[in-house]
Nanobody, 119 residues
């Protein structure tokens, strides 16, 4: 069994910062791409940032220059540093990873962590 567990959400004022963390555990042979998504109430789940195993990153236009994704391949973790937060960043944030457990890669999701940015 593979699990992704997020932590670090909370309430912050506009302009503030939060750091989200996600740890993968269980039977893990390797992890390729790791991602952060977010879903605001009544909206679809959108990709925020991704990082491949070699460290290349990509960001949604709405967070470029404010958010930074990073990973620790030895610890099977991925973080999202969020700076200059805006009320429109309010959402449930989900960790996602392509993990090889056994012979094949599969997609795994965390349970989500709430981020609320007050104006």
């Amino acid at each position: 069994q593979v699990q992704l567990v997020e932590s670090g959400g909370g309430l912050v004022q506009a302009g503030g910062s939060l750091r989200l963390s996600c740890a993968a555990s269980g039977r893990i042979n390797s992890i390729s791409t790791m991602r952060w998504y977010r879903q605001a109430p009544g909206k679809q789940r959108d990709l925020v940032a991704l990082i491949i195993s070699g460290g290349i990153t990509n960001y949604a236009d709405s967070v470029k220059g404010r958010f930074t994704i990073s990973r620790d391949n030895a610890k099977n973790t991925v973080d999202l540093q969020m700076n200059s937060l805006k009320p429109e960043d309010t959402a449930v944030y989900y960790c996602n990873a392509n993990i090889k457990s056994g012979s094949y890669y599969s997609d795994y999701w965390g349970q989500g962590t709430q981020v609320t940015v007050s104006s």
